[in-house]
Structures are given as structure tokens and as C-alpha cells.
């Protein structure tokens, strides 16, 4: 029986603690928090999108940063394994819409319950408003303080999260630690997140939701990435699921080389759009243009894409030529937006960058160069697109980790 020490009690911390102590170890949670999981209890608008319900190849493409170093772990732990643990531990789910896996009851706080009871019912002990202020380690074994007293370790599994939303606690020790232990950080930055873009002529947008609409990044003639589904229109830009999927993409982009565009009418080709405009004025020929294109855009819109047809929106329909009406269909199709910055890392849902993979090691998250030191989560630099797959990455290394203190 070892001694074993997590620092942290998410996701990560929580699953860790389960497989450490199920294999017969001594394992204490410290969480600098009142309670466990309060990155959980937002995670999913509060409901918890615990994983996708995926094969192991299709979730690894989802993966943004080093899915190859997550292949061994995701196979071992894939989400029909993460589902079948939560079900075995009395937490019903249901699978949604893109495979979103829910708890049933829609309160994401029923996960942390099945969590907390999962590892109580292992012998996992837990010290709250627990802040650790120091690791040191001496020959095989590890000094732990922290705000209540002092542990002494035979491993300890590092789950302090990223720093994203740092009012959940997630304030970046776990970076200070590693840097302690001479480990190679990657620079954070953020993932998942609003992109802020030039909104001059464009704040009448705020608040507008999109539908099946698509997404494209391109830098130069390459394009970084295009995605379709739901997208928002905020105060400094755009948010929404495609946004921030995007915006994983483009963290690693010089934002001033990239250009953003949005087909309003993903579902049509421009010839097919072009004739639905064909009748949309037939009937409002003598009418301006700006009042005859209710049935195709959002009210809000007309303005915006007729401003970037360069067509005067009380132009009569009747007046409007064969150019102009090409000129209208290029800016349903490719409706420009100018990108200034990503939203702070401190608003992004996950935090990439993190503790170089190459120092850890991928079936066991242990460090290569610090033995009996294990990382986890949002720590490492890995993340993935969203739903479910960035809180299923912290549970499966979670337990890759937990599993290897034997």
C-alpha cells in the first residue's frame, strides 16, 4: 500500500483518487475549495457534459493538441467504460444531440455526488480549504504543505487544473509546481472561447442566434477551419458552440493573418440561393430591397449583408441588376468578419498548453524525469474540441494515473 496525494478535486482529482484508492492505496484529496468539482457544477450551462459517446478513434479526432500522446489512455478509458462507471455507481445519463453525454437529471452537481460517494466508498479521505503551498520531495518520498498541516507521499498526482475560470480555483499552482520540479512548460492560452471582432456597423447584431449556419477561418489561401451548427452575436463579437470550437484552432494563428467568414445559407449553392432571391422578389418588385429579403435573413441582418453587397438598401428591387443580385448572394455566402483577438484565458472554457506530454508518461501520467509524480487534466497540453471530450480527457488520465500507483 502506498501513500498517495491529490492535489485537487475535479474531474481529474476525483477520478484519480478512486482508481488509487481502489487498488488499495491510502489516498488523501486535498482541494483548496470548500466542496469538490466546482468547475463540474459549471461545466455543460450547469447540466455536465460528461463525455461523447464516440468510438476511441472518432473521439481522438476531436482532440486538437497531441491526440497521439492520448491514444493509449482514451482506448483503455473510453466513454462507453466512463458511462458504464457512472451507471454502475447509481448516476443515470441520457446521450443527446452530436452524442453529448448528460447525467438524466440535468444537474451537473449529481456527477460530483456520484464522484464524491465513488471515492468515500474506496476510503479516499478529503481536506477541504486545503491550499498547498509546497511540494518538495526527499529520495523516494514527497512533503506536502498545505493550509491545515503537512503530508508526507509516496506519489502525488498533480489535477490543479488550467487558468480558466479562476473563481473555481483554478488559479494556475499546478503550473508553479511543475516549474518547481524543472518540468517543460507549453504557453497557455486559451481554448473554447468568444473571439472579438471589428463590430463597427454591427452592433445592431448583438444578441442575434444563427442556426445551421457555417463557420470558416482562413489564413492566407489555407483554410484553418470551418464549422457548422449554432453561432451568437455578442458585444465584442461572436460566441456560440462552432465559435468555440474555432477559436482552438485559431490560438495558434497570428489573429491579424486570419479572416472569418459565415454562410448564412450553408444548405444552398450559390446558384440555388440565387434563384430563392429570384422569388423572394418577384413579389416585391416595386418594393426596396431592404423589404424584400424578410423571408431569407433575420431582420437585423439586411442591413450588414446588403452593406457588404454595396447595395443601397432602398434601392427598388425592380432596380437591382444581375451584378448586384451576385454581389448579394457572395455576402449571404461568405458574410465577412474581421477578427481583433481571442476572449481572455480567464473566460475560456479550457485552458491549452500546459506540461509538455513529452516529459509524461502516456499510460500512466507519470512525469519521466520526477518518479512518483503524476499529471492530469487540464494541466497537460492537450485539449479537444467541445462536447464532452476536454471533461472525459481529465477523467481518463485521471484514472490512468489512479491505476498505475500500485
Do not use: W
Not at 441520457?94 to 453529448?100: A, D, I, L, Y
Not at 457555417?214 to 451568437?232: D, M, N, P
Request: hydrophobic share 40%.
Amino acid at each position: 500500500m502506498k501513500k498517495v496525494v491529490v492535489i485537487g478535486a475535479g474531474a481529474s482529482g476525483l477520478m484519480a483518487a478512486y482508481a488509487a484508492a481502489e487498488r488499495g492505496n491510502s489516498v488523501t484529496v486535498l482541494e483548496r475549495n470548500e466542496k469538490a468539482g466546482k468547475k463540474i457544477y459549471i461545466t455543460g450551462k450547469g447540466r455536465c457534459n460528461v463525455t461523447n459517446a464516440v468510438p476511441p478513434d472518432i473521439f481522438l479526432e476531436n482532440v486538437v493538441h497531441n491526440a497521439k500522446f492520448l491514444r493509449g489512455c482514451i482506448y483503455s478509458f473510453p466513454p462507453e467504460r466512463l458511462m458504464r462507471f457512472f451507471e454502475e455507481h447509481g448516476l443515470r445519463l441520457k446521450v443527446e444531440r452530436g452524442n453529448r453525454v448528460f447525467p438524466a437529471s440535468d444537474h451537473a452537481s449529481d456527477v460530483t455526488k456520484c464522484l464524491e460517494k465513488a471515492c468515500i466508498g474506496a476510503g479516499v479521505r478529503f481536506q477541504y480549504n486545503g491550499k498547498v503551498s509546497e511540494i518538495q520531495k526527499t529520495g523516494e518520498e514527497f512533503c506536502v504543505r498545505f493550509d491545515g498541516g503537512v503530508l508526507n507521499a509516496d506519489a502525488v498526482i498533480l489535477c490543479t487544473g488550467g487558468v480558466s475560470y479562476p473563481g473555481t480555483g483554478s488559479t494556475g499552482d499546478g503550473y508553479v509546481f511543475a516549474e518547481k520540479f524543472a518540468l517543460n512548460l507549453i504557453p497557455r492560452k486559451p481554448a473554447l472561447c468568444g473571439i472579438e471582432c471589428e463590430m463597427d456597423g454591427l452592433r445592431m447584431l448583438q444578441g442575434l442566434s444563427l442556426k445551421n449556419v457555417r463557420i470558416s477561418a482562413y489564413c492566407g489561401q489555407k483554410t484553418v477551419g470551418s464549422f457548422f451548427g449554432e453561432l451568437l452575436f455578442t458585444h465584442f463579437g461572436v460566441s456560440g458552440p462552432i465559435v468555440l470550437s474555432l477559436s482552438s484552432l485559431l490560438n495558434a494563428q497570428p489573429i491579424k493573418n486570419v479572416k472569418l467568414n459565415i454562410d448564412l445559407k450553408p444548405a444552398m449553392g450559390a446558384e440555388i440561393l440565387d434563384k430563392r432571391i429570384l422569388r423572394d422578389f418577384e413579389p416585391a418588385k416595386n418594393k426596396q430591397i431592404q423589404n424584400a429579403l424578410g423571408r431569407l435573413l433575420p431582420k437585423s441582418l439586411i442591413l450588414p449583408v446588403l452593406h457588404f453587397a454595396h447595395i443601397l438598401p432602398d434601392a427598388p428591387v425592380n432596380s437591382i441588376t444581375r451584378e448586384q443580385r451576385a454581389a448579394l448572394v457572395r455576402a449571404v455566402k461568405a458574410f465577412p468578419l474581421t477578427p481583433l483577438s481571442l476572449r481572455p484565458i480567464g473566460e475560456a472554457i479550457v485552458t491549452s498548453g500546459g506540461v509538455d506530454v513529452k516529459e509524461v508518461d502516456p499510460k500512466t501520467m507519470e512525469s519521466k524525469k520526477v518518479s512518483g509524480l503524476y499529471i492530469c487534466g487540464e494541466l497537460l497540453d492537450v485539449d479537444a474540441f467541445t462536447g464532452g471530450f476536454n471533461l472525459h480527457i481529465a477523467f481518463a488520465t485521471g484514472y490512468a494515473a489512479g491505476r498505475a500507483i500500485a
